[in-house]
């Protein structure tokens, strides 16, 4: 089944007399269980895809259906409730409350649902997230007692908690050194091992080797569709592992 089906989907954005078309006419289907990134250079129409795929924009043009719903047509408290409960996002900038413990990040989604959640239940799912992250000994530590590393996986638990059906993931590596680029992957291969769905923006190649499927966008275009065999990535840190020993051997540590 597919989770995302775009049929002709088009975005433009007008100033005055002036109008950009930022999406041309895109066609997509995603099915549930996939891992697909989406590349193209700046300008190509990736973060508006993502914005239209988010609920967070709307087409100028075309259908969009989100799991079997057409998401096009939905209303502002539609698309907020699907925000909430359907989709989880990922950013570049962790996006976290400084002053707040990382616990109490990720809880704060449940606080706006409209599930009737009782807190104990809000406070439950929040540490299971964090567990699922592997950050259950970090829930009362603020951001800045966290790596970057760390503090990308707390916004990524704040994603997961309301257990949603498709993640985004917009450039969630970009802050990130290459090892703990390659951690955060396998974070995202071991849930989509578990059946969560995840569509990543990524300008990275070697970011994009570890997906199933990658989507190049160019001038509002899709100009290219590709399924790729995923590179393992607990193979790539194993192998970063045993570099780095052979580097500390070599220097005479």
């Not at 969009?64 to 096009?72: F, P, Q, V």
């Not at 997961?160 to 059906?165: C, E, F, G, T």
């Amino acid at each position: 089944m597919a989770i995302i089906d775009l049929k002709g989907i088009t975005r433009i954005y007008k100033s005055g007399s002036l109008a950009v078309e930022a999406l041309r006419g895109i066609d997509l289907q995603v099915k549930d269980g996939e891992f697909a990134a989406i590349m193209g250079a700046s300008g190509s129409g990736k973060s508006t895809l993502m914005n239209v795929i988010g609920c967070l924009d709307k087409p100028t043009a075309g259908s969009y259906y989100l799991n079997g719903k057409d998401a096009s047509r939905f209303s502002k408290d539609q698309l907020a409730s699907t925000r909430n409960r359907t989709l989880g996002f990922v950013f570049q900038n962790f996006h976290l409350l400084p002053r707040t413990t990382a616990l109490e990040n990720v809880e704060l989604p449940l606080l706006y649902a409209d599930e009737g959640l009782k807190w104990k239940e809000i406070h439950d799912r929040a540490r299971e997230a964090l567990e699922i992250v592997g950050l259950g000994d970090r829930t009362t530590h603020t951001p800045n007692e966290l790596s970057g590393g760390q503090q990308q996986r707390v916004a990524i638990a704040r994603a997961l908690v309301a257990k949603p059906k498709l993640l985004l993931a917009d450039e969630p590596t970009g802050n990130l050194d290459s090892r703990t680029s390659l951690e955060i992957i396998e974070l995202f291969q071991r849930l989509n091992r578990d059946g969560l769905t995840i569509l990543m923006v990524t300008h990275e190649p070697d970011v994009a080797r570890f997906t199933q499927r990658v989507l190049t966008l160019r001038d509002g275009l899709l100009r290219s569709d590709k399924k790729i065999e995923p590179r393992d990535s607990g193979e790539a840190l194993e192998s970063w592992q045993d570099e780095e020993d052979l580097q500390l051997i070599n220097e005479g540590y």
